[in-house]
């Protein structure tokens, strides 16, 4: 291009240039940010959370096959089981309302909490469990799903019910008083510590074998337990 058509372009470059609207406050409400995503073995199923600068997330679930797309609104924390059967998720209140709880200062006895919400691939039916606290989702294997509930009018609780999922029989295993757990990285085996005022001969380490719905004691008595891992 000679000199006479750089100047010839040079104006309309200009132009452009000036028209682009600079990134202010308003700018970060609308600036969604792709988190977590994760797809099915067979690339059948693709999911992410969508996180806007400000507002609800929304957990969006897509079969490549079909086309079709779920969108799941004030969702979070998205885990897809390790041969896709099913999605989990966790749902929230709506984001405007929380932070007028907040500022009303309400007490949160008194405010519904997060649900955990099982989406099953397969069926495309949902599992919903209200006072979600934490969920674990096996990463070498699959078939459940692990995760405790919180008592929303004991906001003082260190330890609280276990709950495991089996997604076939849409059936619980329910474990009292746990502190904490976690779960086997290559085999269907999860570790907790107990602790119940009420039964104290139930305190100790266990390991519990899922496949086999078997216990084995580790440790059985009062004890403190820090960081238990595999």
């Known amino acids: 291009v000679g000199l006479l058509g750089i100047l010839f372009l040079l104006p309309a470059y200009l132009c452009g240039q000036t028209s682009k609207k600079s990134l202010d406050h308003s700018s970060w409400g609308t600036w969604n940010t792709v988190e977590q995503p994760q797809i099915s073995p067979d690339g059948q199923w693709i999911t992410y959370q969508i996180r806007p600068g400000q507002g609800n997330s929304a957990v969006i679930l897509t079969n490549s096959l079909t086309n079709k797309t779920w969108t799941f609104e004030r969702a979070s924390q998205v885990k897809m089981s390790y041969h896709a059967q099913v999605i989990c998720f966790r749902q929230s209140m709506d984001h405007h309302l929380d932070r007028e709880n907040r500022r009303m200062k309400i007490s949160k006895s008194e405010i519904p909490s997060d649900t955990l919400v099982i989406f099953h691939l397969g069926t495309l ?3 919903r469990f209200p006072g979600l606290k934490d969920v674990s ?4 294997w699959d078939g459940h799903v692990a995760f405790q509930a919180v008592d929303s009018a004991n906001a003082k609780a260190k330890n609280f019910p276990l709950f495991i999922y089996h997604i076939a029989h849409q059936k619980l295993d329910t474990f009292s008083s746990v502190l904490q757990y976690t779960l086997c990285e290559e085999a269907p085996l999860l570790a907790m510590t107990v602790k119940s005022g009420l ?9 519990w074998n899922i496949a086999q719905s078997q216990k084995q004691i580790v440790w059985k008595g009062q004890a403190e337990f820090k960081g238990i891992n595999w």
């Open 125 to 127: 039916a949902e599992s």
């Open 199 to 207: 039964n104290p001969d139930q305190n100790g380490l266990f390991v």
């Open 137 to 140: 989702v096996p990463s070498k």
